[in-house]
């Protein structure tokens, strides 16, 4: 079956949804783009140019677009602060949604969201791109091939020279937290995912430094512990004199009782523990090179596919959104924890908001 699809939202990562994850799915017949939205008239050329849409089809209002196409889903690829408007009008239109990160700006609207998309009955899910990239997703298959016995702690690094206004989208100069709800939403999320459990305990440190041209912190030091017992460590930096570990060449490092799996701009390596010699050192690059896997899509071109699966009647896709509250709920306890200066629990800081929610809607 072919899906009907109206893209909302052209610009800086809508081109990239247009350009790149859209069309393969397009050419394969799992979707078909009827409307494209967004509020700048400008940006709507970039729907006309990479999906062939004519302008009759191209809209600055939202409702319009949704009333006048009918559709099986929409994608939300605006700001986070408009997510949940955009949810509203989907839900009033019955439309299925996927939603770029995070659910939302503040937690307590990534839950009502996600209240309001299970009342209603759709399916939303939410494209943590860089979980599925190509060389995260080999890392994490080697890590629960079993063969590197129990995980012990992560540690992930992304450090860039992003600090003058624009170099990472204006928008994200504007708000508060730019690192945590645009960054290091990708980089906690990962880290979950690959220790395997859900974060019990987070404590971080965030901060915006003089020549940091952003209105909320930049920089950050993170530590975590999961449920399983295993920690990570996070680093993570938009205003360096330098990109040593930028997007898509961040580096992990696992640690295991029996290797050392590290990645480092898209190059994963192993390092058995060799139990018959002692004080073993070695330099990254000097350990066994692991091939990448291979698959013909990555990150949200293969998400896209996921969720049309799930449309199908297929498994649900990972990145749902009722357990994508989980990484919506480790960015805010992280920004918790830094302005309080105290360890917070992520879980009791979740289930806070859940909560609250309730008490709201029973008033």
């Known amino acids: 079956m072919t899906y009907r ?47 062939g849409l004519h302008p009759g089809q191209c809209y600055t209002d939202l409702h319009k677009a949704m009333a006048e196409n009918p559709a099986d889903f929409c994608t939300i690829v605006v700001p986070p602060a408009q997510h949940e408007e955009v949810v509203d009008a989907a839900l009033a239109h019955d439309l299925h949604i996927l ?12 839950v009502r969201i996600a209240e309001k998309v299970t009342r209603a009955g759709v399916k939303m899910g939410v494209t943590m791109s860089h979980r599925f990239d190509q060389d995260k997703t080999s890392l994490r298959q080697e890590l629960r091939s079993g063969r590197y016995g129990a995980l012990d702690y992560l540690v992930c690094h992304l450090t860039c020279d992003l600090r003058q206004r624009g170099s990472w989208g204006v928008f994200r100069h ?17 880290l979950a995912d690959l220790a395997g459990a859900h974060c019990d305990t987070i404590y971080a440190q965030s901060w915006n430094p003089p020549w940091g041209e952003y209105a909320g912190d930049s920089q950050a030091l993170v530590t975590m512990q ?3 017992g295993s920690r ?57 090179e692991v091939p990448l896997l291979q698959r013909p899509k990555w990150m949200n071109t293969w998400l896209i596919e996921q ?3 799930w449309l199908d009647g297929g498994e649900k896709m990972e990145t749902n959104i009722e357990d994508n509250l989980q990484s919506v709920a480790l960015i805010f306890a992280a920004i918790e924890s830094s302005r309080t200066g105290q360890p917070v629990k992520v879980q009791e800081l979740l289930n806070q908001a859940r909560e609250d929610l309730q008490a709201w809607n029973l008033q």
């Open 226 to 228: 999961f449920e399983n």
């Open 307 to 309: 969720f049309v699966d």
């Open 174 to 190: 504007e708000i508060p937290h730019a690192l945590m709800i645009e960054g290091a939403v990708h980089h906690l999320d990962m």
């Open 99 to 110: 939603s770029e990160k995070p659910i939302a700006d503040t937690l307590a609207a990534s």
């Open 5 to 51: 699809m109206i893209q909302i939202g052209l610009g800086a990562m809508g081109r990239q949804w247009c350009e790149v994850a859209l069309p393969p799915n397009i050419e394969e017949g799992l979707i078909e783009v009827v409307a494209a939205v967004d509020i700048n008239p400008a940006a709507l050329s970039v729907a006309q140019r990479s999906l």
């Open 232 to 288: 990570a460590m996070f680093e993570g930096a938009c205003t360096n004199a330098v990109g040593l570990h930028d997007w898509y060449g961040e580096t992990i490092r696992a640690e295991c009782e029996l290797g050392t799996l590290v990645l480092n701009g898209r190059r994963l390596e192993r390092f058995p523990y060799d139990s018959t010699t002692q004080r073993v050192s070695k330099a990254e690059g000097e350990g066994e």
